[in-house]
């Protein structure tokens, strides 16, 4: 997970570093067509159709092509170093420097099987000072669900990951049992390595996707076609070109017609995640908090106190409590820094509540296979980091 570099004076430092450099990489670029340009002036040698041919390349080519292609490279910029609203794109009158992520980095032991206890709980403690400024105030803290990291709402704003539309509900949710995600938590992108980000930006490339442009149903197909046939050199089957439109469909739970690009970028890093790293490294990611929700969720579907589920019920948990919270979930007001009783929207009580989707019955295969607690973890840890984000999208729609 994206952690910060260093303190906000040495953050300002890299970036004065940053733009000194990149502004000498940009005179290097424009020193050929200037020289071009003067001996142009000096030998006209050419012929009238080759001056011709260069005034219609020239023109082809339009005062707006260097723009777009700025503004595409940094685009991609962003993408690579898991960037979301830069210092540019809003006023920086009272304002803090966003901060520089570095993204993790594989271990050697990282694919060995962790030591998760059922028995054993884990103590949930926040921290005291904000994560922004560094000082303890008498006010209201906003604590992460996911990470032990908490904020003031006014450091957020100054860091323009709290705008005016969704104070409110950051305010109304951060204290409930749903919770709020942080900015590091929210962004599902910045738990790959650089070398599986370079992997996702040369599928994004080949594929013609446009960074930060939203996706409608037959761009999202299309693009899932391409993926297929890249990586099998076949045709998508028909089976699952409709599991892609069930997932479309999750990832706009609005029915807007599109997907945004942070819910397509989350849906896009978590299948990564599936598709390279084994289960174990995968569960070296979760936090405390996220054990301690799935252990309190294990124990409450195991009845009978035998350390085994039947396969339907952890199909059940995954489709209610770790997809993600429903909105009429924020009655409860419980500090997410207490992980106590499941609320109600947890798989022990959606056997009695009015759940909208239906969860389908399970088979006698699946009754009488037992699921001990490790197996239960395994099944359910890419559906417990895809609930990370604050979007009401499902970056990973359940299979049925």
């Known amino acids: 997970m994206g952690v910060l570099m260093s303190r906000r004076q040495t953050v300002e430092r890299v970036q004065k570093v940053s733009l000194a450099v990149s502004a000498f990489k940009d005179g290097l670029r424009e020193q050929p067509s200037t020289r071009r340009r003067a001996e142009a002036g000096t030998a006209r040698q050419g012929t009238l159709e080759q001056e011709v041919q260069e005034g219609e390349e020239e023109a082809l080519a339009g005062p707006s092509q260097p723009e777009e292609s700025s503004a595409s490279k940094a685009a991609w910029e962003r993408l690579r170093d898991g960037r979301g609203v830069e210092p540019e794109e809003f006023d920086r009158a009272n304002r803090f420097t966003p901060p520089a992520f570095i993204r993790p980095k594989r271990e050697l032991h990282d694919d060995e099987p962790p ?41 957020l704003r100054r860091m323009g990951y709290l705008q005016k539309d969704s104070a409110v509900e950051v305010t109304e949710t951060a204290h ?46 299309h693009y899932k076609h391409q993926v297929h046939k890249q990586q099998f050199e076949r045709t998508m089957p028909e089976a699952q070109e409709e599991q892609a439109a069930l997932q479309f469909n999750a990832l706009d739970p609005d029915k807007k017609g599109h997907i945004e690009w942070q819910d397509f970028l989350s849906h896009e890093s978590i299948q990564l995640l599936q598709k390279i790293r084994p289960q174990n490294a995968l569960l070296r990611l979760l936090t405390p908090k996220e054990r301690e929700r799935a252990r309190a969720a294990f124990l409450a579907l195991d009845q009978d106190n035998d350390g085994f589920i039947g396969e339907g019920e952890c199909r059940q948990a995954r489709h209610s409590w770790f997809r993600k919270h429903q909105k009429e979930m924020l009655s409860c007001n419980v500090s997410i820094s207490h992980v106590g009783p ?28 037992g699921i001990d607690w490790p197996g239960f973890l395994r099944e359910n840890v890419a559906y417990i980091l895809a609930a ?13």
Not at 127 to 138: H, K, L, Q, R, S
Not at 342 to 368: C, D, H, M, V
């Open 388 to 400: 990370r984000p604050n979007s009401a999208a499902l970056h990973l729609q359940p299979l049925a």
């Open 176 to 221: 409930t049992e749903t919770g709020w995600s942080c900015y590091y938590c929210d962004n599902l992108n910045l738990l790959l390595t650089e070398e599986e980000m370079y992997s996702l930006m040369e599928t994004l490339r080949n594929c013609k996707i446009i960074p930060e442009s939203c996706l409608t149903l037959d761009d999202f197909l």
């Open 342 to 369: 499941i609320s109600e929207g947890s798989p022990a009580s959606s056997r009695n509540s009015k759940s909208p989707e239906k969860i389908l019955p399970a088979t006698k295969q699946e009754e009488t296979r």
């Open 115 to 155: 030591d998760i206890s059922l028995e054993q709980r884990e103590q949930i403690l926040n921290d005291e000072m904000c994560e922004i400024c560094e000082v303890w105030t008498a006010e209201s803290l906003f604590p992460c669900r996911i990470c032990h990291r908490v904020y003031h709402d006014g450091c």
